[in-house]
């Protein structure tokens, strides 16, 4: 965290030291549900390394690189800044996007969503058969590893949909606010469907949190 506050020492403005050090670290959030409970969609062994060895890494290299960022601000090292920012990006994009991923699927997720999250998909996609054919064909295109995401467009007030590369984080590369992320990753996948992402993306509409999805809507929209 960073304070706008300062004291005077004789003629110069000095920052309390504590300002660097006050940042809490990152943690790897809790499940909502046990890693088996999204079977026979997503198999609890693929469940259980996708959250505690993939996210925990994310989450660990963040607090290294955060560390590294907070020494190279306190020695004016610009350049080290700098080369740091990949690293900031992807460890902080693979934490913030799994933490919205474990929320969006449910054991009791699946079906339609309901309400002003309904009427948005059919104002924006036609009818949901079209937004889901949409954002499947969209996640099965990403090319390697990344991410399908729809989104809310919060200047134009509508539902979008987009892919991200890698662990690029929807808000902070296009400024869309997240409401659903499908991971295409294949450490999301491959141990059940093996190389047929297809397969996966069907199987995952079974567990869908519309709930969340709908909250995340209610909240963006105030």
């Known amino acids: 965290s960073f304070c706008f506050f300062s004291f005077r020492s004789g003629a110069k403005l000095v920052a309390p030291l504590g300002c660097l050090v006050s940042r809490q670290k990152h943690t790897l959030p809790d499940l909502p549900y046990d890693y088996g409970a999204l079977e026979p969609h997503i198999n609890a062994e693929i469940m259980q390394l996708h959250h505690s060895k993939h996210h925990a890494t994310y989450v660990n290299n963040l607090n290294v690189a955060e560390e590294k960022y907070k020494e190279a601000l306190a020695k004016g090292d610009v350049t080290a800044q700098v080369s740091l ?119 995952i509409w079974n567990v869908i949190n519309w709930e969340n999805v709908s909250s995340r809507y209610a909240t963006c929209k105030k």
């Open 85 to 203: 920012q990949p690293a900031l990006k992807f460890n902080g994009g693979g934490h913030i996007n799994h933490t919205i991923f474990w929320t969006n699927l449910s054991p009791n997720g699946g079906g339609e969503p309901k309400g002003e999250l309904m009427e948005a998909i059919k104002r924006d996609f036609g009818s949901f058969a079209n937004f889901k054919e949409k954002l499947t064909a969209v996640s099965v295109g990403v090319q390697g590893s990344g991410w399908g995401w729809l989104g809310y467009n919060k200047e134009q007030g509508r539902l979008q949909i987009a892919a991200c590369a890698n662990q690029d984080p929807l808000q902070g590369t296009t400024g869309l606010i997240p409401l659903l992320g499908i991971d295409v990753w294949e450490h999301a996948y491959y141990l059940q469907y093996k190389n047929v992402r297809p397969d996966y993306l069907k199987a």
